[in-house]
C-alpha cells in the first residue's frame, strides 16, 4: 500500500512543481479522536513518505500532527474533519510557510 500511494504521490507533487508556483505540503494529522493506534501507526507509513518527498522536492511541510493536537481541533459532526479552530490553526501554518 505504501509504494502505491509512494509513486504517486511523488508524480503528483513533481507535476504541481511544473507548474512553477510556490508549493507546501502537509502531513496527514493523526490525532483524530476515537482513531485507533493501529490507524495512526498505519498512518505514518504514508507521512513518511510525504515527508521524505517534500525533502527530495525541496519544499517546505506543514506538519499537521504536531498542528493539530487537541481534541477540539477536530469537528464534533464529523471528527475526521478539521473544526473551526482546527482549520484556522492550518490556515494560519500555511499563509506563514507561504509568506
Known amino acids: 500500500m505504501q509504494g502505491g500511494f509512494h509513486r504517486a504521490y511523488r508524480d503528483m507533487l513533481w507535476n504541481v512543481l511544473l507548474l512553477q508556483k510556490p508549493t507546501v505540503v502537509c502531513t496527514i494529522y493523526d490525532a483524530v479522536p476515537g482513531l485507533s493506534r493501529e490507524a495512526r501507526s498505519a498512518l505514518s507509513l504514508?507521512?513518511?513518505v510525504i515527508c521524505r518527498e517534500?525533502?527530495?522536492a525541496g519544499v517546505a511541510?506543514?506538519?499537521l500532527r504536531a498542528l493539530?493536537?487537541?481534541a477540539d481541533d477536530y469537528s464534533a459532526i464529523s471528527p475526521i474533519e478539521p473544526s473551526v479552530k482546527g482549520g484556522e490553526?492550518?490556515?494560519r501554518a500555511l499563509t506563514t510557510m507561504l509568506r
Do not use: G, T
Request: hydrophobic share 60%.
Open 46 to 48: 504514508f507521512n513518511d
Open 54 to 56: 517534500a525533502m527530495a
Open 61 to 63: 511541510v506543514v506538519d
Open 68 to 70: 493539530l493536537q487537541e
Open 89 to 91: 490553526k492550518i490556515a
